[in-house]
């Protein structure tokens, strides 16, 4: 298995809080991804990095935030949690080249926003 | 705006028999496409990937590809209760900056009769 960790593995916050979740591989694969899966909506992707400080948005970046500072570690940030963003998130991770589309996904991260 | 689609199901088929997914997409220039299994609680896996038009197997499964019709497939001989789950049909976009971004469908659940 792919050596992809998501911590907090489930978290319940308040309207309004700040939230933090952290992607961390073992696989120094170049491309880290953070997607969020909501019944009726499947898979959507929220930000992508193709490298160390290179980020970008996804199709429902809207309230959230992220960075990389090691190729390592992913961070995705809510700025200030809304109900909305009460979703299943996962991690993701791919290889550089023409197999980019073979994504690895980290276990999970549930996120209640009260 | 690229889209994939999937009857959500649920499909339901006996025991020993083929059960047959279907996605199509709305990207024509779409170059790259995979079918990951996502059992219930769980993240998503990769369990096919083609490239080009026509069928690839891998053991029990047969992707198909028909970029013409824009119509990918994947057939399961012999269905075990072990294939119960969500099957997410993803794409990926055009090369130029977007194919490493999947788009995925919101999926097909698959259940056996014993």
């Known amino acids: 298995d792919a050596g992809i960790t998501q911590s907090p593995r489930h978290k319940v916050t308040e309207t309004g809080t700040p939230v933090t979740l952290r992607c961390h591989q073992t696989e120094n694969h170049r491309y880290m991804y953070w997607y969020r899966q909501d019944p009726g909506h499947g898979l959507r992707l929220i930000h992508y990095s193709y490298g160390v400080k290179d980020t970008d948005k996804g199709e429902v970046s809207d309230g959230y935030s992220v960075s990389r500072s090691k190729t390592e570690d992913f961070l995705l940030t809510l700025e200030s949690a809304t109900s909305s963003q009460t979703s299943v998130y996962f991690c993701?991770?791919?290889?550089?080249?023409?197999?980019?589309?073979?994504?690895?996904f980290g276990e999970g991260s549930r996120l209640t926003v009260l | 705006q690229k889209e994939v689609e999937q009857n959500s199901g649920p499909l339901s088929v006996p025991e020993g028999a083929i059960a047959s997914l279907n996605c199509t997409y709305s990207d024509r220039g779409s170059q790259s496409f995979f079918w990951y299994r996502q059992y219930s609680g769980k993240s998503p896996e990769l369990i096919m990937s083609?490239?080009?038009?026509g069928d690839k197997e891998d053991g029990r499964f047969t992707a198909q590809l028909n970029k013409a019709s824009q119509y990918v497939s994947l057939l399961i001989r012999d269905s075990q209760p072990s294939d119960s789950a969500t099957y997410l049909c993803a794409v990926n976009g055009n090369s130029g900056g977007s194919n490493y971004k999947l788009t995925f469908g919101k999926g097909t659940l698959l259940t056996m009769n014993p």
């Open positions: 083609i490239y080009s038009n």
């Open positions: 993701a991770i791919s290889e550089a080249g023409s197999n980019t589309g073979e994504l690895f």
